[in-house]
């Protein structure tokens, strides 16, 4: 088989090599070959944002966590110092 006689179509599992005659991209457009691919890349892109925006919003809980702990430590260690001083 020469180069010029094969259509290599990419499929999940991997290339997939067939005949010129039976080369899919004559019968099928582009889009409807590559719609699959191209939602999935949509869904990956929206789980993308959603987990940037988890992520953002638990590292404000954690910020706002140690703030808290932070001015109860302060305020504790004042504290001991009227006590003890």
Known sequence: MALGDVCV???ANGGVVLPAAQD????VSFFVLFQPLN???SR???ELAAERL???VMDERKTKE???VES???LDLTQEKRVSG
Request: with cysteine.
């Open 9 to 11: 179509v990419c499929t």
């Open 66 to 68: 140690i703030k808290t």
């Open 24 to 27: 899919p991209i004559s019968s």
């Open 44 to 46: 990956l892109h929206e």
């Open 54 to 56: 988890s992520r953002e």
């Open 72 to 74: 109860t430590i302060s």
């Open 39 to 41: 939602e999935q890349i």
